[in-house]
């Protein structure tokens, strides 16, 4: 911090502080309408021509679409450079490490960790605390800590608009990242769609970082009290969480990974985005040039007698003000995967998770299903145990009821097992839903049975939900079991 130390005690911390950069909002611009074409060619190309992509060339292809926003942007502002110039290696660095701030951290702390993708949507409450306490604290985290820790104290950070350049880059490259994880996790991604899907987050990602780059800007070229920095991180961390709100309400369509897929893709995401980051970049804009206007005029506050006290004093307000946003999405995220609704029903009592919603039909205690993720369904139901007849009866009963309204019904697996110091019954099974009447495609459905025995029936507590979504929904199951009392 010595280039602050030895700055003068005059109104400015830098002389080049009051300069306007008219070039970079010019480059903004530009950029965001050369997407904007490029966008539309892609789809235009992918309409017409139906490119039969798969494999190695499908994943090649959505690799590069994931790498053009960044490397448009970076391509104009080096232009723009040569006029106004900025260490185009320092905007690179920003974009490379907050690139890999995101790989490392923040992606696998949002998909991985928090899972946010399975939870977010399930409710109003859900998706303010995601989105904002845990998706925007950590995202506009990322982007936060690759500009303070990486670039602000060195001495080419020496004007307002630098902020913003850096954040942007930062903001850029969290969200290469993000689009990097998803062509490369779902193997490639339609021609139209994925690039409406990169250029979408991009957009809102580079805006993000422009927004907190001013707020780093305005405090590295003077003296602003220690909530500012806070106050900035706030701002961006809910507008991001915001955005994230919209679209998911807006979006109607999705991002398929069919190469075959074919029609123009859903644009009012990329829309949304884009309107983001003219709102943004021009109310970013007109604050620059109003600081740049008062430091011409003398009104700005000089720069404090050791300005790297003050610096250090907001950098540790602001990763108070983050722990603080992770504690309450923690909070947020427990309750939302853990929270429980209890019920009783006909001598049976128990919890099943908050965000299933009740479906029970005829001879069911009460069934539940996860509508707004795996689609699976609980179900507790009670049988008469026939006179002289044992458990075996009443699997036999189950087979034959799921046998007559479904294809290939098998019991794979049966056995012993303990749930609260009662001995149980587990089976477990597969069957083909033929799509009745609905003329849906047949779908494969494993599920598991406990039957306890009780004085004159049985209690049958079963599972079922699809092959790929059995194996994260067990443990919510098995916990709904360990609720039951009768």
């Given at each position: 911090m010595s280039q602050q130390s030895s700055a003068s005690s005059g109104p400015n911390r830098y002389a080049k502080a009051a300069q306007p950069r008219s070039g970079v909002w010019r480059s903004a611009v530009i950029t965001l309408i050369v997407l904007l074409i490029f966008v539309a060619a892609v789809a235009a190309i992918d309409v017409a021509l139906q490119p039969q992509l798969s494999g190695i060339g499908l994943l090649a292809v959505g690799?590069?679409?994931?790498?053009?926003?960044?490397?448009?942007?970076?391509?104009?502002?080096?232009?723009?450079?040569?006029?106004?110039?900025?260490?185009?290696?320092?905007?690179?660095?920003?974009?490379?490490?907050?690139?890999?701030?995101?790989?490392?951290?923040?992606?696998?702390?949002?998909?991985?960790?928090?899972?946010?993708?399975?939870?977010?949507?399930?409710?109003?409450?859900?998706?303010?605390?995601?989105?904002?306490?845990?998706?925007?604290?950590?995202?506009?985290?990322?982007?936060?800590?690759?500009?303070?820790?990486?670039?602000?104290?060195?001495?080419?950070?020496?004007?307002?608009?630098?902020?913003?350049?850096?954040?942007?880059?930062?903001?850029?490259?969290?969200?290469?990242?993000?689009?990097?994880?998803?062509?490369?996790?779902?193997?490639?991604?339609?021609?139209?769609?994925?690039?409406?899907?990169?250029?979408?987050?991009?957009?809102?990602?580079?805006?993000?970082?422009?927004?907190?780059?001013?707020?780093?800007?305005?405090?590295?070229?003077?003296?602003?009290?220690?909530?500012?920095?806070?106050?900035?991180?706030?701002?961006?961390?809910?507008?991001?969480?915001?955005?994230?709100?919209?679209?998911?309400?807006?979006?109607?369509?999705?991002?398929?990974?069919?190469?075959?897929?074919?029609?123009?893709?859903?644009?009012?995401?990329?829309?949304?985005?884009?309107?983001?980051?003219?709102?943004?970049?021009?109310?970013v804009a007109w604050l620059i040039n109003r600081d740049v206007a008062a430091s011409a005029s003398g009104q700005t506050a000089g720069a404090a007698e050791d300005a790297t006290v003050g610096d250090r004093q907001a950098n540790l307000a602001t990763v108070g003000v983050f722990v603080v946003m992770l504690i309450v999405g923690i909070i947020g995220w427990n309750s939302a995967v853990n929270g429980a609704t209890a019920f009783e029903k006909d001598g049976i009592r128990g919890a099943y998770p908050t965000h299933f919603s009740i479906a029970t039909g005829t001879r069911e205690v009460v069934r539940v299903a996860d509508r707004t993720g795996t689609g699976a369904e609980f179900i507790v139901r009670t049988m008469a145990m026939p006179a002289g007849k044992d458990i075996k009866a009443i699997t036999s009963m189950l087979a034959a009821e799921r046998a007559a309204n479904n294809l290939m019904y098998k019991v794979v697996r049966t056995g012993q097992t303990m749930v609260n110091s009662r001995t149980a019954t587990l089976q477990e099974f597969a069957w083909v839903d033929q799509g009745g009447l609905t003329g849906a495609v047949p779908q494969v459905f494993q599920g598991v049975d406990y039957l306890f025995v009780t004085d004159n029936a049985v209690v049958v507590v079963t599972l079922v939900a699809t092959p790929d979504t059995i194996g994260a929904v067990q443990p919510q199951f098995e916990r709904f079991v360990s609720s039951l009392s009768f």
């Open positions: 690799v590069v679409l994931a790498l053009v926003p960044a490397v448009l942007w970076l391509i104009f502002f080096y232009l723009q450079d040569r006029v106004e110039p900025e260490p185009v290696g320092h905007v690179a660095q920003m974009f490379v490490i907050g690139l890999a701030l995101a790989g490392a951290i923040g992606v696998p702390l949002s998909d991985q960790v928090f899972r946010t993708q399975d939870w977010l949507f399930r409710d109003l409450a859900n998706t303010l605390i995601g989105a904002v306490f845990v998706r925007g604290a950590i995202e506009t985290f990322i982007i936060y800590a690759t500009v303070r820790y990486f670039i602000f104290d060195s001495p080419e950070f020496d004007e307002r608009t630098d902020g913003v350049i850096y954040g942007m880059a930062a903001g850029l490259g969290y969200a290469t990242a993000t689009n990097l994880q998803f062509i490369l996790g779902s193997g490639g991604a339609a021609l139209g769609g994925a690039e409406v899907y990169v250029v979408e987050v991009a957009l809102a990602y580079a805006a993000f970082g422009g927004l907190l780059g001013y707020f780093l800007g305005h405090a590295k070229m003077q003296r602003d009290p220690i909530w500012w920095l806070p106050l900035g991180f706030v701002i961006t961390a809910a507008l991001n969480g915001l955005f994230l709100m919209l679209r998911g309400q807006l979006e109607s369509g999705s991002i398929s990974t069919d190469a075959q897929a074919a029609g123009l893709p859903t644009l009012t995401g990329l829309l949304l985005a884009g309107a983001l980051a003219i709102v943004v970049t021009a109310l």
